[in-house]
């Protein structure tokens, strides 16, 4: 009954930007944690950004200063704005949450968004 819809990925050129979104659907307690996770082609699944409930971020080193998370609570909704996008961040990224829905605290998985970065 709780899950992570996920959208925004395309196709885009170098130097483009897109802006993903996240959004925690079904009876939403609380959330701790949202973020991104990546995997491009024969890579390792890596930590993209992620936010807490209290607003602390933390991002990868590789796109520290392009991307930007952000949440909106009302909405149990995330967004990761990337700019400046490069043919290196080509990957299928996953939306993490760990929440509190009737229950215990749950760690889920988006379903995953396709990003292309290409001329």
């Known amino acids: 009954q709780v899950q992570l819809a996920e959208s925004g990925g395309g196709l885009v050129q170098p130097g483009g930007s897109l802006r993903l979104s996240c959004a925690a659907l079904g009876n939403i307690l609380s959330i701790n944690v949202m973020g991104w996770y990546r995997q491009g082609p024969g890579k390792q699944r890596e930590l993209v950004a992620q936010i807490t409930n209290v607003g602390g971020t933390a991002y990868a080193d590789s796109v520290k200063g392009r991307f930007t998370i952000f949440r909106d609570n009302a909405k149990n909704t995330a967004y990761l704005q990337m700019n400046s996008l490069k043919p290196e961040d080509t990957a299928v990224y996953y939306c993490?949450?760990?929440?509190?829905?009737?229950?215990?605290?749950?760690?889920?998985w988006g379903q995953g968004t396709q990003v292309t970065v290409s001329s």
């Open positions: 993490n949450a760990a929440l509190t829905g009737w229950g215990p605290l749950r760690n889920l």
